[in-house]
């Protein structure tokens, strides 16, 4: 069924709220989508839109409507690109356009005339991500266009976005000194609404239809994505233990790995110091030893510099172009406005209070500062400063066609000019001011240095830094001297650039007194030999194992030729610490369902059962499931040892005995790009978090692999200890994800049961004229309830055939059962 939802303000418990912004015209927008895979191998999503006044399109006035979605428009790269473009892709139905702005936001304009109560569809092709709710963030806005107005009008608004904000292709309609203009007319914006979430509730899924069975399996050939039923999960439930008194579920040992981290995305939608203080309070509990603080990223600066004020006065805020301020472009359904929740920053006094909470709690903070790629925030921000001493970008760049994964075309760093370097100092040296005060405990930077793009729109290689002047320049002069290399720092290729700059960004973090981390991407060779990236030896970055270089590794490949490089990395006295996003990302779903919150490219679902059976030490004895990408089909079982088997031994990188000491961590990755409020980043976060915990703790299993029975009665004996920290959550009014029972019927009876021993599951019958009867089933604890589940019994035969209402409240510590 198709689910309404008036897009203007509030998400209630009980149900979506409308109210007018635009007391002239009083009009309010309802829509809601329907999304479905289609026969031709494309994807399709439709808006139904139905205004409570006509929405009219003619010589001075016009309308849109706004909102994020990370797909691409457009199924083919030609019509992707037309996308960016003004006028933008055409429906080719009612004159209608479809506008992408750089990253997820997306502009429905120049539609004909829209009459008042009528239901109309809009039809957007756009390129397959996923099959999720979540592909919707709920950042709906209504903008209408009054072209009567005149330039100088006391009640026009100017609206302010960064220059580079929009295509090129559109020479002034949005920048941060002009008042919005589009071909020299002038256009005010009347009525705002949206969908942006206020406080704990965001319900960004209800306006979204679930997608058909049908289309699910277009989109992945694989019923291993379908949803569960009630019976798989009662299977996949199955635990001979009662709850356990023994609470201690991560026991540290000589055997457990030093850095037992928990990565916070703050920086795609920002979460507050006091949600980040309760997850400490949480990982304090369990053993946990490290806070990974992703602060900085393409969408938003979420860390004070005093010297830089604008880091947060403009890239901590996105909003809609109404604002009387500079801001960056709503993305990720943070809203219109530079208030929504989505925005914020921690000031000079929450940083330290966040590291003066982390350090009290035995916790070290790792701190996270973005470059060369996912940067646009802080580059941005440099722009509006507009002081030359601290760019980011090169200010003559003319050509922006080598987008990121997330579709910036300029959000990397330039590391051909002195100024890069001079912010980079002044950032650094500023978190040494801060850090100092508790005396090298919290000691790790990370530089980032994760996906930095370099392919074309055609899909031809090219580096972001080959649209540089500068760094052509640079480039040019180093290649007249026949002894530059990047490692003496005078690099003579574009490929090159990266290990550059984290060359150069490793010594500033170094020379302030810190210890370097960084995405993996910072140190392979993956442009000698595509086929089999390499790591470069510490040596080549000034660096040695005593400097203790700390490398978080997030791709692994379970299934070709190529050699990973966790082990390599490892091998070459890198500090290794594990983060596979196939088995620790927890912002991918917590079971396969298209109402439950999370992207899932790497994985369709990650749960308790598939983290605790990672195995650091022996990697390739992990089962997995392939990636969306993936020649033996997206969701296909790939089992232990696959890699080795179909490939010969010599595409498994051994890890040698001796350096098996340089695996030093596990890390489970929170990204915040669907968690927009505080409530679905918790929910996202526990219990998930124990399960990783408990298997950093104890990094040598006691089972082979997790396709065996010794893997299911060791899980299912830790499992039996989670209810109490579940109990500790709802105590303390921390919110937390609770799995739908699993259901069956036996014999006209109705049992359930659950992933954690001692859940108590309320079953209702409810009201059916058919001849069998239908059961709802729901797991609670405290205030939490989970999604319910719905099952059908046959009639025993006997018994009021089921025509009135029961309900039954039973505790899993025995088997829940009722009587037809």
Request: net charge negative; proline share 6%; glycine share 6%.
């Amino acid at each position: 069924m198709r689910l309404p939802l008036l897009f203007s303000g509030i998400f209630c418990h009980d149900g979506p709220h409308s109210w007018p912004i635009n007391r002239l015209t009083n009009t309010e927008i309802s829509v809601k989508v329907n999304s479905n895979w289609l026969d031709k191998g494309g994807y399709e999503f439709e808006l139904f839109i139905t205004p409570s006044g006509d929405l009219a399109n003619n010589a001075t006035h016009k309308w849109e409507l706004c909102f994020d979605t990370p797909m691409p428009t457009g199924e083919t790269s030609e019509q992707m690109q037309q996308a960016r473009e003004l006028p933008g892709l055409s429906l080719g139905f009612r004159n209608c356009n479809i506008f992408q702005y750089p990253g997820t936001h997306r502009c429905l304009r120049d539609c004909d005339s829209h009459p008042k109560d009528e239901e109309i569809g809009y039809k957007i092709i756009a390129n397959p991500h996923s099959l999720a709710k979540s592909d919707f963030f709920g950042n709906f806005y209504f903008v209408t266009h009054d072209d009567s107005q005149k330039h100088g009008d006391e009640n026009t608004r100017q609206a302010y976005f960064s220059k580079s904000e929009v295509s090129r292709a559109e020479p002034v309609y949005i920048s941060a000194i002009y008042l919005i203009d589009l071909d020299q007319e002038f256009i005010a914006i009347e009525e705002v609404l949206s969908t942006q979430c206020k406080g704990s509730v965001c319900k960004t899924q209800d306006f979204v239809q679930d997608p058909t069975e049908e289309s699910q399996l277009l989109n992945k050939e694989s019923s291993k994505w379908l949803p569960w039923t009630p019976e798989e999960r009662y299977e996949r439930n199955q635990n001979e233990n009662d709850p356990s008194t023994d609470a201690e579920i991560a026991p540290v040992t000589d055997d457990s790995l030093e850095i037992r981290v928990l990565h916070v995305d703050i920086a795609r939608n920002f979460h507050s110091l006091e949600t980040l203080e309760k997850i400490l309070k949480e990982m304090a509990v369990v053993n946990m030893t490290h806070l990974h603080l992703h602060a900085t990223d393409d969408e938003g600066w979420r860390i004070e510099i005093p010297a830089l004020p604008e880091l947060t006065t403009i890239g901590a805020h996105r909003c809609a172009p109404i604002q009387n301020e500079p801001c960056m472009i709503p993305q990720y359904g943070s809203g219109l406005s530079k208030d929504a929740p989505q925005n914020g920053f921690l000031s000079v006094d929450q940083y330290k209070q966040l590291l003066t909470t982390a350090a009290d709690l035995g916790i070290h903070v790792i701190t996270e500062i973005n470059g060369p790629g996912h940067a646009r925030a802080a580059i941005e921000a440099m722009k509006l400063r507009n002081d030359e001493t601290f760019f980011l970008h090169d200010p003559n760049q003319t050509v922006f066609d080598v987008p990121s994964v997330q579709f910036f075309t300029d959000n990397v760093m330039n590391p051909c000019q002195e100024s890069t370097w001079t912010f980079l100092e002044t950032v650094i040296s500023y978190l040494k001011s801060v850090h100092d005060e508790f005396n090298g405990f919290h000691e790790i930077i990370h530089l980032g240095g994760d996906e930095v793009a370099h392919l074309n729109y055609a899909g031809d290689q090219k580096f972001p830094w080959e649209n540089f002047p500068s760094c052509e320049k640079m480039i040019e002069a180093n290649r007249q001297d026949p002894n530059s290399s990047w490692e003496n720092g005078r690099p003579t290729d574009m490929s090159e650039l990266q290990w550059y700059f984290t060359s150069k960004f490793m010594k500033i973090v170094k020379d302030n007194g810190f210890t370097a981390g960084a995405w993996e991407e910072s140190f392979l060779d993956k442009w000698t030999d595509k086929a089999f990236p390499k790591v470069q030896p510490l040596e080549k970055f000034g660096m040695t194992a005593s400097d203790n270089v700390h490398v978080f590794v997030w791709n692994i490949d379970w299934e070709s030729e190529v050699k990973d490089w966790p082990y390599q990395f490892a091998n070459e006295d890198y500090k290794v610490v594990m983060t596979p996003a196939t088995h620790l990302y927890l912002d991918h779903p917590n079971e396969p369902h298209p109402s439950e919150t999370g992207f899932y490219w790497a994985n369709r679902f990650t749960d308790m059962k598939i983290i605790y059976g990672f195995q650091v030490y022996d990697l390739y004895k992990n089962s997995a499931f392939a990636m969306n990408w993936s020649p033996l089909g997206p969701g296909t079982p790939v089992p232990p040892n696959y890699k080795c088997d179909a490939n010969g031994q010599d595409a498994c990188v051994k890890l040698e005995e001796s350096k098996k000491s340089n695996i030093v961590g596990l890390q489970c990755s929170t990204w915040s790009e669907s968690l927009l409020t505080s409530e679905l980043l918790l929910k996202n976060i526990f219990p998930r978090v124990y399960a990783c915990a408990a298997r950093a703790a104890q990094p040598t299993p006691v089972f082979d692999t997790a396709e065996t029975p010794e893997f299911d009665a060791d899980f299912t004996k830790w499992v039996s200890k989670v209810k109490p920290h579940m109990q500790r959550l709802s105590d303390n009014d921390v919110d937390f994800y609770l799995a739908p029972p699993g259901a069956k019927c036996e014999n006209g009876k109705v049992l359930t049961n659950h992933q954690i021993p001692g859940i108590d599951v309320i079953v209702e019958e409810n009201d059916s004229i058919r001849e069998d009867s239908v059961f709802t089933a729901q797991a609670t604890l405290g205030k939490t309830k989970s999604r319910s589940v719905e099952i059908t019994c046959e009639s025993a035969g006997d018994g009021d055939g089921g025509g009135s209402a029961s309900v039954a409240f039973f505790s899993l510590s025995m088997i829940a059962m009722l009587l037809v």
